[in-house]
C-alpha cells in the first residue's frame, strides 16, 4: 500500500515569505503528525491532527500552524520565514491506539 | 513523562549482532519503548516497541528489564544497510505530544 507522501520534497524560500507542505496520509490512518528536524535540535514535535481537530502541540511559535482536512490528508503553515526555519519538515501518520507511527520522506525546506 | 538515554554510538561488525542500550529510568506503568531508526536524509522507521514482555519481529527483538527501566534492541545479523541513528522512545498509548525522540545512536556497521 502506499506511504506517507510528502509534497514537495525540497524547497526554497526567502526570509519574510511563507510556505505550505502538504502530506498525504496512509489510507486509513486518521492521526498525522508533524516533526521540524534540524542538526542542532534534532526531530521535534510540531502538532498532531487527529479528524480535523488539532489535538497536541509542541512548542513552537504561531508561526508554525496545521490543519488536516475530511480525508485526512494535512498541510502545515510556516508564516515570516526565518533563517533557522530551514529543516526537514517530517509528517507521520498511524491508526488510532498502539501503534508505530510510519514517517514519511520529509520536505527539505531552505530559507535565504 | 520517561526520557530516554542513549549511547551517541556503536560500531559492528558486519555479520554480528548488534545490541543497542537504552536506560529509561523514569518510564512509568503504561508506557511503552519504541525503537525507530533513521537512515541519512530519510524519514524515521518503526523497529518495534512493547511494554513489557520482549519482542521480535522480523527486523529485531527487543529486550526489556524486569523492573522496565532499561531495554536492548538487537539486530541478530548486521548489514551495512543497518548503518543509521537509533532512537529509543518511550510514550503512552494516546499521548502523542510525548514523542521524544532524543539523540539517538548511531551505529556504524563495519565491514
Known amino acids: 500500500k502506499a506511504g506517507v507522501t510528502q509534497t514537495p520534497r525540497y524547497l526554497i524560500k526567502t526570509r519574510g515569505q511563507q510556505v505550505t507542505l502538504s502530506c498525504s496520509p496512509i489510507s486509513g490512518h486518521r492521526s498525522v503528525s508533524w516533526y521540524q528536524q534540524t542538526p542542532g535540535q534534532g526531530l521535534q514535535f510540531l502538532f498532531e491532527y487527529f479528524s480535523e481537530t488539532q489535538r497536541n502541540k509542541g512548542n513552537f511559535p504561531g508561526r508554525f500552524s496545521g490543519r488536516q482536512f475530511s480525508n485526512s490528508r494535512s498541510e502545515m503553515n510556516v508564516s515570516t520565514l526565518e533563517l533557522g526555519d530551514s529543516a526537514l519538515y517530517l509528517c507521520?501518520?498511524?491508526?488510532?491506539?498502539?501503534?508505530?507511527?510510519?514517517f514519511g520522506s520529509g520536505t527539505r525546506l531552505t530559507v535565504v | 513523562d520517561a526520557k530516554t538515554t542513549q549511547p551517541t554510538s556503536m560500531d559492528c561488525a558486519e555479520g554480528r549482532a548488534a545490541n543497542l542500550p537504552c536506560n529509561h529510568s523514569?518510564?512509568?506503568?503504561?508506557?511503552?519503548v519504541y525503537w525507530y531508526r533513521q537512515i541519512h536524509s530519510q524519514g524515521p522507521q518503526y523497529i518495534i516497541h512493547?511494554?513489557?514482555n520482549n519482542e521480535t519481529n522480523e527486523m529485531a527483538s527487543l529486550i526489556i528489564t524486569e523492573d522496565r527501566k532499561s531495554s536492548t534492541l538487537i539486530l541478530p545479523h548486521a548489514t551495512l544497510r543497518d548503518t543509521a541513528v537509533y532512537y529509543c522512545i518511550v510514550r503512552t498509548e494516546y499521548n502523542f505530544n510525548k514523542f521524544y525522540f532524543g539523540s539517538g545512536t548511531k551505529l556504524n556497521v563495519k565491514p
Open positions: 523514569t518510564i512509568s506503568g503504561n508506557e511503552y
Open positions: 507521520a501518520s498511524s491508526r488510532e491506539g498502539n501503534y508505530g507511527y510510519t
Open positions: 512493547g511494554l513489557k
